[in-house]
C-alpha cells in the first residue's frame, strides 16, 4: 500500500493566471520492522488541472453533443482527469508526467512538485442554481497491471478582467534564462502578477464619489439616497445613507438586500422567457418613522463569487430597496412645556401605506486570494491510499 498526499502550498484560493504549485507526496507507510514491509512500486504518476461544467437540465438547454466514443475511455492506462465526473470537462492543463518506474522501501517517502499557470480563459468557481464550474487539480497513478487511481484537490478560481496578459517588459521575455534561477524567477513573476492584480483591484474600488438619488413615488418625495461608489472587493462593507428630512411622504420602514442574479442566455434557455435566479446575500431592515437621517453596512461576503459573463449564464450584482411609506401624514408625539420629561407615544393602530421597490446595479470584484482562503470550503489538502 502507498499512501499519496497532495497539498496546495499557497492555499485553495487563485486568481486566474496565477501559477499554482502543489506538492505530492507518496509514502510507504510500512515500517520496515514489519514482518510483512516490502518495497512498494509506482509505474508512473501524473498531474493536470481540469474545469468541469455541470447544467441543471430543468433551467439549460444545451446543444447535443452526439454519441461520440472516446477510445482512450476504454483504456486503464490512460489518464482521463475527468473520469467518473459530473458534467462535462471544458478545460484542462497538459498533463504533466511527475515520474515513471518509482520504487518506495518501507518506511521512505518522495516528494514531487507540480506547478502550472490556473487558465486565464475560462470562468471562475461557481455554483449556482442553473450551473456551476468546478476547479480540479488531478493527479493520476498507477501500478504495474492495475487500474489507475485518482486524487482530486479542488481548488477556487477568481477571475479579474484587465490584467495584461503579458506583465512584463519586453525585453524580460527575451532576455536569456538561467536555469539553476528558473524556480526563483518564476516565484518572482507569480508575485507580480498577483501585485499587478492588487494595484488593478485598489485602483477601481477606491474611488470615491457621492452618486445622490432622489427617492419618489407616485405621492411625491420620500427623501434621497447616498452612495459613494458602486464598486467592492469581496470581504468589504456597501455603506449607504438615507436622508428622510427633505421628504414629503412618510416613510415608515426600508430595507435594504445584496443580491445577486444569475440569467442563462437567450439561446440556452430551457423556456422562453425564463426568469432570472436572484439570490440574497446580506439584508438590513429599518423601521424610520419620523427618521430624520439612517444609514446602512452589508458586507459582501468572501465565499460569494464576483460578477462575470460566459456564453451560457451571466451573474450580476445589485443592492435591492423596499420602501413602505404612508399615504397620509403622520403626526409626531407633541411635548408641551408644562408636561413631564416622560411622554408615551403611542402610534396610530391602522395606517394606510404603499409599498415600491428599487434595484441599483452594482459591481462586485474579486479580492487577495490568500484573504479568501481564510473562509474557502476547500482545505488544499487531499490523500488516498493505492
Not at 23 to 29: A, H, R
Not at 124 to 133: D, E, L, M, N
Request: charged share 20%; aromatic share 8%.
Amino acid at each position: 500500500m502507498i499512501e499519496v498526499v497532495a497539498t496546495l502550498s499557497r492555499g485553495p484560493v487563485f486568481l486566474a493566471g496565477e501559477v499554482l504549485e502543489c506538492v505530492i507526496t507518496f509514502t510507504n507507510p510500512l515500517s520496515h520492522l514489519s514482518t510483512s514491509a516490502s518495497s512498494e512500486m509506482l509505474a508512473w504518476a501524473s498531474a493536470q488541472i481540469h474545469c468541469q461544467f455541470h447544467a441543471s437540465e430543468s433551467r439549460v438547454a444545451l446543444p447535443s453533443q452526439g454519441a461520440k466514443q472516446d477510445v482512450q475511455a476504454e483504456s486503464n492506462t490512460v489518464l482521463i482527469p475527468s473520469r467518473g465526473e459530473r458534467g462535462q470537462c471544458m478545460l484542462d492543463t497538459p498533463p504533466k508526467i511527475l515520474f515513471c518506474d518509482l520504487r518506495l522501501d518501507p518506511g521512505e517517502s518522495k516528494s514531487y512538485s507540480y506547478c502550472e499557470t490556473v487558465p486565464v480563459d475560462g470562468p471562475p468557481t461557481f455554483r449556482g442554481q442553473s450551473v456551476k464550474y468546478v476547479y480540479k487539480l488531478t493527479i493520476g497513478c498507477q501500478r504495474v497491471n492495475s487500474p489507475i487511481k485518482l486524487l482530486r484537490v479542488p481548488f477556487r478560481v477568481m477571475v479579474l478582467h484587465g490584467i495584461p496578459e503579458r506583465p512584463f517588459p519586453q525585453d524580460e521575455a527575451v532576455a536569456p534564462s538561467n536555469p539553476f534561477l528558473e524556480e526563483e524567477e518564476g516565484g518572482r513573476r507569480d508575485s507580480r502578477l498577483l501585485e499587478k492584480a492588487m494595484d488593478l483591484l485598489m485602483i477601481n474600488t477606491s474611488r470615491r464619489s457621492p452618486n445622490l438619488f432622489n427617492i419618489t413615488n407616485a405621492r411625491g418625495k420620500v427623501g434621497k439616497f447616498c452612495i459613494f461608489k458602486i464598486m467592492y472587493r469581496l470581504g468589504e462593507d456597501i455603506i449607504g445613507t438615507f436622508t428622510f428630512s427633505e421628504g414629503d411622504i412618510p416613510c415608515l420602514q426600508y430595507s435594504v438586500s445584496l443580491q445577486s442574479e444569475e440569467e442563462v442566455t437567450q439561446q440556452h434557455q430551457r423556456r422562453p422567457g425564463q426568469p432570472v435566479n436572484v439570490t440574497g446575500h446580506a439584508r438590513h431592515q429599518e423601521a424610520c418613522l419620523h427618521t430624520a437621517a439612517s444609514h446602512f453596512s452589508l458586507p459582501v461576503p468572501l465565499n460569494a463569487t464576483p460578477g462575470f459573463s460566459t456564453d451560457i449564464v451571466s451573474l450580476r450584482w445589485r443592492l435591492h430597496f423596499e420602501f413602505v411609506t404612508a399615504r397620509e401624514p403622520v403626526e409626531p408625539a407633541t411635548v408641551l412645556q408644562n408636561e413631564s420629561e416622560v411622554t408615551v407615544w403611542t402610534g396610530a393602530e391602522h395606517v394606510d401605506v404603499d409599498t415600491f421597490s428599487w434595484d441599483l446595479p452594482i459591481k462586485i470584484l474579486p479580492t487577495n486570494p490568500a484573504l479568501a482562503s481564510y473562509v474557502s470550503q476547500f482545505s488544499g489538502t487531499n490523500s488516498i491510499h493505492i
